[in-house]
């Protein structure tokens, strides 16, 4: 049965509520509350037993303890205690059920008559007190939280690593307290002590206590039974048995004794209440996060006014904030760490103190001369704890420093374990050192992660043998490459960040093994196939400069026996895969893709070649041979129809329809995207998994520019905008590049200038952030075309021709046409029209020749304005306009004819044909039944209007 408490206290507060035990009394704001006897009997048992679920069955042997009833009569009185309390109301909370096991009283309590005048206080003449901190950082709710619950629970004990701050927290909570006790408060710091024995007389010492028999514990406690004291027992963990038998007889025989242990690991005591307390929070890594935030956190605070204290001038820059929240990172929000490495900002200034603490956790570091030796530096801190383990405890902290961040317990019994240490003493092991704080734990998902604090990670491979190490690596290496084969394909159906979250942990370890795998003393065998396995993820996670570093590294290290495996062909596509988004490069990227592909086919694997030939594509597109990429993406769409999987088709239909809408088959296009668009997400992983996205969250921004180009610029917006919403939700940041190219082009041609800006933002910062860099020169060209445009003309079109030829050195062409098109309309408008001409006659022959032809129309359009400013004949301008309309036509380009259309009425209207030219623009005017306000459509209606 559940232990209700201390049943003869007097009153309890809570809310506007007094309940007076002793006389059966519950009273709101002074006012008597008719409450039955069974309701006022389960209200005082709950209350005994605060913040804890007290089980039915629990509950109704303490109200009826001599008749058996059944939940309906439990169900009934508690249906009116609520009632009489207000439960629920005006916010109102008191009590709370917890489905299948009971109820819990949650809102705060307070007991008033625990404490009663004290006739004696007692004698302090030999009790310390330290002193309560100018300023405590990030502790404050810390300490209110801890202050409520010793008033409720008598015996609470603050649990933590080392150097997390515990005597701190303690220290300013006996001074948050000290007034409620009249000043009778004892702070007993064991840190010095080493023999069990004394323990009871130490206090009996600062109590001015005789000491001199050999046991004096029954003469304290003797003396403390009808006292009113807050005792604090500092530093328990190495005399953890002794405190901890202490403890329960003080509060069993005592009951106006308050204690508050400090200790990394808990007494274990039946009256305690454990009281975690973590590292201080430090900002995320988050490049987009404003500086205020950051200097907001705990850690960040602590550490710059540390170092101010320890006589550093601090003038920081944004850049500087940055280096300062990946220190309280690095030393995990540690208050101990925080403070000795601030210490070293006068001697060593910001950066070089962040640059040694990159190369090697300095565990020496000395602090403030007045701390404690085991605080003196952070050896001092964990030689203390070190030396509290068994040596089984010890064998499994140093093996468990090869994991790096987050571990799962499997992945640690399985590194961990050997033939001579068996996973049973393993895991109680690492119970252990979860209990004594020298390993965190927090949930993530469903799964419970276990990790070791840097610092205690730097010093448990200080302290490793080459015993601890003899097979350690390859075990671990082992361990992931499975977890990457069984896992990596998942990461698609991830759509939300707390789903993805443990991925991307344990890829901190895929990363460690990869480093041993290719050290000095590393497997290169185990390397290879972990490097294959982590290809394809590191794809899926957009982190192309690792996958293309470690493909290329695996690729060097095949033997003969290796060539044509399936190894090979998962790190020629990773390597080809990761240039082309990195580089654009031509030859490099589809050569390793071809190798791969040709492996693909000798092997017979359609889903293989469908995971190549679909890159291939976009290979294609990239370096400017729109032909090819048609000639590929029709095949990797013939595959994908083969496999009965609709995430895979919908996939080989975008790449299809991709590559239709760049050639100018706008019409079959559309047919393929929104075939693509329109499929549901995908729950459970597919064989298109290891591609790295989906075809529907592609399909948008190329959907959305099809439509403005086939004459829907309202569908066209709405869909650019939903494209890249929903792939701003994905945290995907290749799939949110693509969606953003896609609307920033309809927003340049919809004329809505602020839109573009503010994307092009968008898109330089999210792909410079994962480097991908051609996109950021793309996003640089646009900007150098919203200049032209606003005004600001030459420097716009030196912005666009750097970017240009950045493209063209990176053979990244995709994009070349549409900033060429800009590029001429900036020199027509200062009157460079000769090379405006030589410009627009070359990208005019490039285009019929590799294939994106869906410009050809808009490019024969502005040809056609440079003739006419170059004073070239009507015919020729004519001419050149006729041709544009008739491609336009052909294509379904509606945009471009209206362009082009109404160009050419223009022209005949300075010549007097108006009735021609009426003919001609009406009817494709009127073909346009949305997008009245659009730049287009307005001046084609304005020219009509003059035409009549």
Known sequence: MNSFGDANADDLTFGPFRLSIGQRLLAKDGVAVDLGARALDLLIAL???????????????????????????????????????????????????????????????????RLRPASTTPDFRHALLPGRLDRMIGREQDVLRLAERVMTSRMVTIVGVGGVGKTTVATAVAHHLSPTFNGAVLFADYGMLSDPGLVAAGIASMLGLPVGSEDVRPSLIAYLRDKQILLILDTCEHLIDAIADLAAAIVDAAPQVFLLATSREALRIEAESVYRLDTLACPPDDPELPTETVLSFPATRLFIERAAASGASLELSDQDVRVVASICRKLDGMALALELAARRVESYGLTQTATLLDRHLTLGWTGSRTAPPRQKTLQATLDWSFGLLTEVERLVLRRLAVFVGD???????????????????????????????????????ATMR????????????????????????????????????QFGPDWPTLSTGPERLPYFVSINNVRTALEWCFGEHGDINVGVRLAAAAASVFQIMSLFPECQRWSERALLALDDKSKGSVEEMHLQAGLGISRMYLQGGRETSQAALVRSLQIAEERGSALDQLRILGPLSMLSLRIGDFNAALHYARRCSAIAMTVDDPATVELGRFFLGNSLHFTGDLANARIELEAAARSQPRSQRTAASYVGFEGKHLAGGILARNLWLQGYPEQAELRAREAISDAAKLDHSLTLCIALLGGIAVFLWRDDLPSAEEHIEWLISRAGLHFLSPYVSVAQGFQGEVAVRRGDVKAGIETIRRCIEKLHLATYEVFTTMLEIALVKGLVAIGEFDEGLTRINRTIESVEKNGDLCYLPELLRVKARLLSSTHSSDEDVEACLTLAIGKSATMGARAWELRAATDLAALWLDDGRLREARILLQPIFERFDE??????????????????
């Open 47 to 113: 209350t005994l037993a605060p913040n804890v679920v007290v089980a039915k069955k629990d509950l109704m042997s303490y109200v009826w303890p001599d008749v058996i009833v059944d939940e309906g009569s439990l169900r009934f009185h508690m249906t009116g205690l609520r009632k009489a309390l207000g439960d629920g109301q005006d916010g109102a909370r008191y009590i709370t059920t917890v489905a299948g096991r009971g109820y819990c009283f949650v809102a705060p309590i307070s007991r008033s008559s």
């Open 407 to 445: 571990f799962t317990l499997d992945a640690a019994l399985e590194v961990i374990s050997t033939s001579e240490m068996h996973p049973p003493s393993v895991f109680e092991a690492i119970d252990n050192l979860v209990a004594k704080s020298l390993l965190a734990t927090h949930p993530l998902g």
């Open 450 to 485: 276990y990790r070791l604090l840097d610092t205690t990670r730097a010093y448990a491979l200080q302290s490793q043998t080459q015993e601890d190490q003899a097979g350690l690596g390859a075990r671990h290496a082992i361990y992931y490459q499975r977890w990457l084969e």
């Open 931 to 948: 997008g009245s306000d659009t730049t287009d459509v307005t001046a084609a209606r304005v020219l009509l209007q003059r035409l009549l």
